[in-house]
């Protein structure tokens, strides 16, 4: 299985053999990776019939719940790592799902498009919403209810008493960067490694 370029280092950042809930799973396809190649257990969480159907098809066990909402079942620290790939930014209470992560994990991996990529803020400047691979869809057509940059998003981090462990900016091809240096422009998207403070 070949896995979208940031699942494949989020699932390099997993350590083997951990219990894993990955909130906004989508198909499934992280949860399946980190059973089969990398011995751990996990759940995911996802709202879109269809794709819980489709991680259901690929041997994921899935649970059907709203992460705005409906959070408060699991139990605190009852896994070892909470991932939120490229949802944050989907979500309508983004703090709160922040702050049930913290309490059901142990560690919290998040990440996310950068909405301060300068190719959107040349788009912007021209007129235009940005959409890039990152952002894929059209505004009329976005997921997307919050539009952050990374300062923006680990200026929350801290607020929310999260530690940033590790940062690793992409390139909009997916690739790490040499340099996480000016990422707020250069990078595309960002995968963080948090904890508790």
Known sequence: MTLRPDLGLVAGLIPSGSRVLDLGCGSGELLAELIAEHGCRGTGVEIDPP??????????????????SELADFADHSYDVVVLSRTVQTL????????????????????????????????????????????????????????????????????????????????????????DRLANITGGSAVYVLRAG
């Open 92 to 179: 309508h209470r983004p703090v709160e799902v922040l702050k049930h992560m913290e309490r059901i994990g142990r560690r919290l991996i998040v990440s996310v498009p950068n909405f301060g990529y300068w190719r959107h803020r040349l788009r912007l400047l021209r007129g235009r919403m940005p959409m890039s691979r990152e952002i894929p869809h059209a505004w009329y057509d976005t997921p997307n209810l919050r539009h952050t940059t990374l300062v923006e998003l680990e200026e929350l981090f801290a607020r929310l008493g999260l530690v940033i462990e590790q940062r690793i900016v992409l390139h909009p091809t997916g690739r790490p960067l040499p340099s």
């Open 51 to 68: 794709l819980v159907l489709a991680a259901i098809s690929a041997g994921v066990p899935v649970i059907e719940l709203d992460l705005d």
